[in-house]
């Protein structure tokens, strides 16, 4: 009987341990299949376009390679389709696809571009591009759901195209200059700061907020007591923590007014103008030495 017990019990110790088993398999297979999911969707876009443009390009990366992508652009009153496109990724998933103003884009403002692959909501994105008098502004905007997916290979556009500083605006003999610049994102304020040529001091600091097209401005009034010293002083930007959204330029002051900077042809003029003045000189020289 004692004996009968005993098998009866190792029956169902290893009953026990074979289901355990089966769980634990059902378990580790439905968190792979969770995990390869989470690595296995999204889709990313970037709208680019230049100043005075009729060219719009889109370029993408879907995970969802095998499915062609409908891309449909939208008029700001939101009444009209002005455009429709339809490309099949490559076996990287990239796509590239560029739109041509014309006549149905008869409308100033805001254009939707949506980019979609079939009915799922992670495959369906849009951005704006702002268009006047049939041309564009400039712009870089990227939209993304694939931020915090763990692909380790995909790139992120936005990332790399971070903020750019264009120019340092002066007029000459100004008390004021102007920077510009783009950054391809629209929704976070640009902190400018000027720092003093020893580089110890923080002269001046501001935000601004970037435009739709991600065009900035900042304009930054020079005098005072915090800016007596002449030199280079160093304009830093700064968006965020990224360091690619960071950046830096000089601009010159002198007795508290803003030094332009001699442009390339501006020098070579100045060179050749040194260069006559010389050549004349010698000549000249040459010329009144008394003849014996």
């Known amino acids: 009987m004692l004996g009968e017990n005993s098998m009866n019990l190792k029956r169902s110790t290893t009953s026990m341990a074979i289901v355990v088993m089966a769980l634990s398999l ?14 296995s969707q999204g889709m990313m ?3 680019t376009a230049d100043k005075g443009s009729d060219t719009i390009t889109i370029t993408g990366k879907t995970v969802s390679a095998l499915t062609d992508v409908t891309l449909r652009v939208t008029s700001p009153s939101g009444n009209n389709v002005v455009e429709i496109g339809q490309l099949s990724p490559d076996s990287d998933g990239k796509f590239v696809k560029e739109f041509k103003i014309g006549s149905t884009w008869s409308e100033d403002g805001l254009y939707e571009i949506t980019a979609k692959q079939g009915n799922n909501s992670l495959y369906t994105l849009n951005v704006l591009v702002e268009v006047a008098n049939g041309m564009t502004e400039r712009t870089s905007v990227t939209e993304s759901n694939m931020e915090g997916i763990i692909t380790p290979n995909v790139n992120n556009a936005a990332t790399e195209a971070g903020l750019m500083l264009d120019a340092i605006i002066i007029e000459n003999g100004s008390s004021m200059f102007e920077v510009t610049g783009l950054t391809d994102r629209v929704s976070e304020d640009i902190t400018v700061k000027v720092i003093s040529p020893d580089g110890n001091n923080v002269v001046t600091v501001q935000q601004t907020s970037p435009m739709l097209s991600g065009e900035f401005a900042a304009e930054i009034t020079v005098g005072g007591p915090l800016w007596k010293q002449d030199g280079f002083y160093t304009v830093h930007v700064q968006q965020g923590d990224n360091p690619n959204y960071s950046a830096s330029t000089e601009v010159d002051i002198l007795d508290g007014v803003v030094v332009p900077e001699f442009g390339t042809i501006a020098a070579m003029i100045l060179a050749v103008a040194i260069i006559s003045i010389i050549a004349v000189s010698a000549r000249s020289r040459l010329s009144i030495i008394p003849r014996y």
Do not use: C, N, R
């Open 26 to 39: 059902v378990l580790v297979t439905s968190i792979q299949q969770d995990a390869f999911a989470q690595q």
């Open 45 to 47: 876009i970037t709208a």
